[in-house]
């Protein structure tokens, strides 16, 4: 099975009161689906919000059993990092990339992708309402 999953992590300030949205879409049983996966996640930062989207989505992903996934996100720290262009200096990310990278290698075949917010609309705007039902935030 293949699945194609966008992420987006949201922080009302940075830190500040954080969520997450997922969406994945694959085919099973001849069946075509689409899952949201949205959480408040407390108080974070931006970048351990993309890094929890993330996290959520591939333990899911290994639910499944999949044997490709196809992520999309639009952080470009996060995918600089996990494609090693980029070091990851900050000690409170640390765990956050060694959970990630220790999951990704449970799925056969991982490509990495990033978009533009634009491209990720629909992860973005989970995350966002999410928090909006839970805060009352207005975006």
Same mark, same amino acid.
């Given at each position: 099975?293949?699945?194609?999953?966008?992420?987006?992590?949201?922080?009302?300030?940075?830190?500040?009161?954080?969520?997450?949205?997922?969406?994945?879409?694959?085919?099973?049983?001849?069946?075509?689906?689409?899952?949201?996966?949205?959480?408040?996640?407390?108080?974070?930062?931006?970048?351990?919000?993309?890094?929890?989207?993330?996290?959520?989505?591939?333990?899911?992903?290994?639910?499944?059993?999949?044997? $490709?996934?196809?992520?999309?996100?639009?952080? $470009?720290?996060?995918?600089?990092?996990?494609?090693?262009?980029?070091?990851?200096?900050?000690?409170?990310?640390?765990?956050?990339?060694?959970?990630?990278?220790?999951?990704?290698?449970?799925?056969?075949?991982?490509?990495?992708?990033?978009?533009?917010?634009?491209?990720?609309? $629909?992860?973005?705007?989970?995350?966002?309402?999410?928090?909006?039902?839970?805060?009352?935030?207005?975006?």
């Amino acid at each position: 099975m293949v699945v194609e999953v966008f992420t987006d992590g949201a922080s009302k300030g940075n830190p500040g009161d954080a969520s997450i949205g997922i969406v994945l879409r694959y085919t099973a049983e001849g069946r075509d689906c689409i899952e949201r996966i949205g959480m408040v996640i407390g108080k974070t930062t931006n970048n351990i919000a993309e890094y929890a989207a993330l996290i959520v989505a591939l333990r899911r992903v290994i639910k499944l059993d999949a044997d $490709e996934v196809n992520l999309f996100m639009d952080s $470009e720290l996060v995918y600089r990092q996990l494609i090693g262009r980029y070091k990851v200096k900050s000690e409170k990310l640390q765990p956050f990339y060694e959970e990630a990278k220790r999951l990704m290698k449970r799925i056969p075949r991982v490509t990495l992708n990033h978009v533009m917010r634009n491209q990720n609309r $629909e992860a973005d705007a989970f995350a966002n309402e999410v928090m909006r039902l839970y805060k009352g935030y207005v975006r």
